[in-house]
C-alpha cells in the first residue's frame, strides 16, 4: 500500500444519521430478498403473487426508498408493506474520490460493521467492485486486506446494497438501458473471499441479473477467487458469471509461501477446476490476476512456467503491480521487467495486459480496502483511551 498520496482528493464525512433509528427498525428489510422469499412474505399478508413482480420493478429497476413511492400498488397494500417492512440500503461512512476519478465508499451495516465498494471509471462506464464479507481469512502475504482478520459475512441484501448506494451516488434509477450505464460492470474483487461466502453471494448475484430489476448481464459481472476449488465447481453450476483467478505464482512452492490457501488447493486442482469451468471460451476467457513481486514472481522464466500451466485454457493474464503498504515484505516489480513479462507471455500466445493501479491516493487500488478506515478507528480508540486515563489522573 501506498502512503497517502498528496494530489488532492475529495471526501464527505460520516453520514450515519439514519443509522441508530435503523439499528432498532425490528421490521425485515426487502432488500435482498428473493422472488420467492417475495412471494412467501407477500403470501402470508394475503396478497396475490402478481404483487412481487410490482414490487421488484420499484425496488430495483426505480431504487425507490419509500413505499409510498409505489404508484401503482394499492394503498392498502403499501400500508401493510410499511408495517411489515423497510427498504434499507447501507449506510454511507465516508465517501471519497480519487484524482483519477476513483469513487471509494466506506459502507456501515446495521450491526456497525463497514467495507468498503470502490467505482473504477473507464471512459464512458466502469465497474464497481463489491465486498463480500467484513475482513479476510485468507492472509495471502502480498494482501494489506489479508492482514485484517474475518469478522462476519455479508449478507445478499449488503452485498446487493453496495451496488445500489454506487446508484444513487451516481443517480442511476430507474434502470437505464444498456448503453447509457455509467455503473456498466460489477466486480466482485472486493473485501474477503467470496467463495467463503457462496449462497449469500450467489443470491446478490441473482437479484443483480435479473431482468426486471438492475438487470445487468451476466457477461458484465465478474467473481474472483483466490482458487476454492469445490466452490468454483457450484458457481459454473448456479451461476456460471465471468471467473477471475488470483493466481500470482506458476509453481506451488511459491503460490505456498504468498498464498496459504494453495496448500489445501494446488496448482494442480485448481487449474483443473478452470479447465472444466462451464461457458469458458475463447469469447468468454477465464482472467488470472497476477501480482507482480520484485525477485518473487517475475522472471522471464515465470512467464514461461505460468504459460505451461495455463496451456488449454481460454484465459487472459491481468498483471498487476504491486501496491505497496507499510510493513509489506514485497516490493514491486521495476516497470521494464512487468513489460518484459507481458511481452514473454505475448510471445507465448497470451494477451498479457498491465493493469494500471487505480485510486491509490485513495487507498482503494487492490489489497488496500478498509485499511485507512482500520487505521482511523484504532486511532479514534487510542484518543478517547487517552483522554479517559488523563481524566482518571485529574481525579486522582
Not at 477446476?273 to 517475475?298: H, Q, W
Not at 480496502?369 to 488523563?390: M, P
Request: charged fraction near 25%; include cysteine.
Amino acid at each position: 500500500m501506498s502512503a497517502m498520496s498528496t494530489a488532492s482528493c475529495q471526501s464527505s464525512p460520516a453520514s450515519s444519521s439514519s443509522a441508530s433509528t435503523l439499528d432498532a427498525d425490528p421490521r425485515e428489510n426487502l432488500i435482498g430478498l428473493s422472488r420467492d422469499e417475495l412471494a412467501e412474505r407477500f403470501a402470508a399478508l394475503g396478497e396475490k403473487p402478481f404483487r412481487v413482480k410490482q414490487v421488484w420493478s420499484w425496488l430495483y429497476c426505480h431504487g425507490v426508498t419509500d413505499f409510498a413511492a409505489m404508484t401503482n400498488v394499492s394503498k392498502d397494500m403499501r400500508a401493510k408493506l410499511e408495517d411489515n417492512f423497510r427498504i434499507a440500503r447501507p449506510t454511507l461512512s465516508r465517501e471519497q474520490i480519487s484524482t483519477d476519478g476513483t469513487r471509494k465508499w466506506l459502507l456501515r451495516f446495521k450491526d456497525g460493521n463497514e467495507a468498503e465498494t470502490v467505482y473504477i471509471p473507464d471512459d464512458d462506464r466502469g465497474a464497481v467492485c463489491v465486498s463480500t464479507q467484513v475482513g479476510c481469512t485468507l492472509t495471502c502475504r502480498f494482501c494489506h486486506t489479508g492482514t485484517q482478520m474475518l469478522v462476519r459475512n455479508l449478507t445478499a441484501a449488503e452485498i446487493a446494497g453496495q451496488f445500489m448506494v454506487a446508484r444513487d451516488s451516481y443517480g442511476e434509477w430507474p434502470t437505464p438501458n444498456e448503453t447509457g450505464r455509467l455503473l456498466s460492470n460489477v466486480v466482485v474483487m472486493g473485501m474477503g473471499e467470496p467463495l467463503f461466502n457462496y449462497d449469500e453471494t450467489v443470491k446478490a448475484l441473482g437479484i443483480l441479473i435479473d431482468p426486471d430489476g438492475i438487470s445487468l448481464s451476466r457477461r458484465r459481472v465478474t467473481l474472483s477467487t483466490s482458487g476454492v476449488v469445490p466452490r468454483m465447481y457450484d458457481l459454473g453450476r448456479d451461476l456460471p458469471v465471468n471467473l477471475a483467478v488470483s493466481l500470482h505464482a506458476a509453481t506451488d512452492d511459491i503460490r505456498d509461501q504468498i498464498m496459504p490457501i494453495n496448500k489445501k488447493y494446488p496448482l494442480k486442482e485448481l487449474m483443473k477446476a478452470c479447465r472444466e469451468y462451464p461457458g469458458a471460451s475463447n469469447a468468454r476467457r477465464i482472467t488470472f490476476e497476477y501480482v507482480m513481486l520484485k525477485g518473487i514472481n517475475d522472471s522471464d522464466a515465470d512467464a514461461r512456467a505460468l504459460a505451461k500451466l495455463a496451456k488449454g485454457i481460454p484465459c487472459k493474464f491481468n498483471l498487476l503491480p504491486f501496491n505497496k503498504w507499510p510493513g509489506a515484505p514485497f516490493e514491486c516489480s521495476d516497470w521494464d521487467r512487468i513489460e518484459r513479462f507481458a511481452d514473454v507471455l505475448a510471445s507465448l500466445g497470451f494477451s498479457a495486459p498491465i493493469r494500471i493501479p487505480r485510486g491509490r491516493d485513495i487507498l482503494a487500488a487492490c489489497g488496500q480496502l478498509k485499511s485507512e478506515s482500520l487505521r482511523d478507528r484504532l486511532k479514534e480508540v487510542q484518543a478517547r483511551k487517552a483522554e479517559a486515563e488523563v481524566g482518571d489522573a485529574a481525579q486522582g
